[in-house]
């Protein structure tokens, strides 16, 4: 079994309320975990793209008077607290459940209005069970009326002044873009549901597995009953097959809003046998809590560009556009290799070591970090919930080898993710490649 996990950090940073993401951007084409802390940690606050309205309003929000900017509607939430369970044989029938179906989305993930994302977020040769517990207290949303009069138009007009065409042959013309959306992002948050979430994702392989049909039961079983209200089969946990998923699962969970004390203890204990009790502790406390932003709704940046009714903006929407496009299927990556150790050079402006580890956020001290060679000058490891990723501090031109090399003890495995573009060239002491 393995975790991939990042530390609960509700206790250990102040709440950020509707107002810390209303209007700012999220750069998708470098996000791929739906962690709500990396979600929160990847909003892109160098300009508002949509600003607040100066002038506000006194507004009860969940029994307290907030100054609410008049381009802000509060609505509180309908429904009270909903569970959602949902198996998938492979990563594009995950994809395609989570594009379709609003509801759906919303109770399985953070982020809402970004179907391609969603395309790219599952892989194909994994099965996927994901739970997920809601209490939505509720909705700040900026008024559709408001979008057109506050897009601060002089900020983005001087960001895309010197923009090219967008051109995949085109190194200069990628980085362009590329620089553009880790400025501003790709996509501008409209809307945020504030209240409580606890989500679990599980995959596993989907071939020549003996769990491959017995997904569900497995994960239930796995986390004490926790997706089914408590129940599971306990008679599963004796079979070979059962034994045979432990060894090759993997999982990544986040809890968020509640008492914050139980939160961290449901996260730190979910695979203990105490772990539903605490859960159902923790769930009753969601309604006698400050509400945490537990979800996001989000438009196109390209969008945003073409209501602005500036003529100079709205031509390079299109180009910012297939932009994004381009880079959701080129960018986020193809896994490459699965395999116990290795190492190789490569050509490429992203790279990602995926770790399948038991909570990355505890072993990695146990790790043997990657020996950098040619081209550590531009590189600096950064920590996700799912990878460790070697990103360049300044892009560097088309092609620029990087060499890494990675180690990590048996059972442990890494995934190397790069994209479709990228070159390959073994090193002279390689096994693998």
């Known amino acids: 079994m393995n975790h991939v996990d990042s530390t609960n950090l509700s206790s250990l940073r102040p709440r950020l309320g509707f107002s810390d993401f209303l209007g700012y951007g999220l750069n998708l084409t470098n996000l791929r975990s739906i962690d709500l802390n990396i979600v929160a940690d990847a909003v892109?606050?160098?300009?508002?793209?949509?600003?607040?309205?100066?002038?506000?309003?006194?507004?009860?929000?969940?029994?307290?008077?907030?100054?609410?900017?008049?381009?802000?509607?509060?609505?509180?939430?309908?429904?009270?607290?909903?569970?959602?369970?949902?198996?998938?044989n492979d990563g594009d029938t995950a994809s395609k459940a989570l594009q379709g179906?609003?509801?759906?989305?919303?109770?399985?993930?953070?982020?809402?209005?970004?179907?391609?994302?969603?395309?790219?977020?599952?892989?194909?040769?994994?099965?996927?069970?994901?739970?997920?517990?809601?209490?939505?207290?509720?909705?700040?949303r900026l008024h559709d009326w408001s979008w057109s009069d506050r897009i601060d138009r002089s900020s983005l007009k001087a960001r895309i002044a010197n923009l090219p065409n967008f051109n995949p042959n085109d190194q200069v013309a990628i980085d362009s873009y590329l620089a553009l959306f880790d400025t501003i992002g790709d996509h501008i948050i409209t809307s945020v549901w504030c209240g409580a979430r606890f989500q679990l994702d599980v995959s596993a392989p989907n071939s020549n597995q003996p769990f491959t049909n017995d997904l569900k039961a497995d994960v239930t079983a796995a986390f004490g009953g926790i997706p089914d209200g408590g129940k599971f089969e306990e008679e599963i946990t004796s079979t070979s097959q059962y034994k045979a998923f432990l060894e090759r699962f993997h999982y990544t969970s986040q809890c968020a809003g509640g008492d914050p004390t139980l939160s961290v203890q449901l996260e730190r204990t979910l695979r203990d046998p105490t772990a539903f009790e605490t859960y159902t502790q923790w769930a009753a406390s969601t309604k006698h809590n400050d509400a945490e932003v537990v979800s996001f709704g989000l438009i196109a940046l390209s969008k945003v560009m073409e209501i602005t009714g500036d003529d100079e903006i709205g031509k390079k929407a299109p180009q910012v556009q297939k932009a994004y496009e381009w880079l959701m299927e080129n960018q986020l990556?193809?896994?490459?290799?699965?395999?116990?150790?290795?190492?190789?050079?490569?050509?490429?402006?992203?790279?990602?070591?995926?770790l399948l580890v038991d909570r990355v956020v505890q072993k990695i001290p146990r790790i043997r970090m990657p020996?950098?060679?040619?081209?550590?000058?531009?590189?600096?490891?950064w920590i996700s919930s799912d990878?460790?990723?070697?990103?360049?501090?300044?892009?560097?031109?088309?092609?620029?080898?990087?060499?890494?090399?990675?180690?990590?003890?048996?059972?442990?495995?890494?995934?190397?993710?790069?994209?479709?573009?990228?070159?390959?060239?073994?090193?002279?002491?390689?096994k693998y490649w």
């Open 333 to 354: 990556g193809r896994i490459v290799k699965d395999q116990d150790e290795g190492h190789a050079a490569l050509d490429s402006h992203l790279a990602m070591l995926g």
């Open 387 to 430: 990878s460790i990723t070697w990103y360049p501090k300044t892009f560097p031109k088309a092609f620029d080898s990087i060499q890494w090399r990675l180690s990590a003890p048996d059972p442990t495995r890494w995934r190397l993710i790069a994209p479709d573009s990228t070159r390959w060239h073994p090193t002279t002491s390689d």
């Open 101 to 140: 179906d609003r509801i759906t989305t919303e109770m399985l993930s953070p982020l809402s209005g970004v179907p391609l994302w969603f395309k790219h977020r599952f892989y194909p040769d994994r099965q996927y069970a994901l739970f997920g517990f809601v209490d939505t207290q509720y909705q700040a």
């Open 371 to 381: 020996e950098v060679g040619t081209g550590s000058s531009l590189l600096y490891p």
């Open 44 to 88: 892109r606050r160098a300009s508002r793209t949509i600003t607040l309205d100066p002038k506000t309003t006194t507004t009860e929000v969940n029994g307290t008077k907030v100054e609410v900017p008049n381009n802000v509607a509060i609505s509180p939430a309908i429904t009270g607290s909903c569970t959602a369970f949902a198996t998938y």
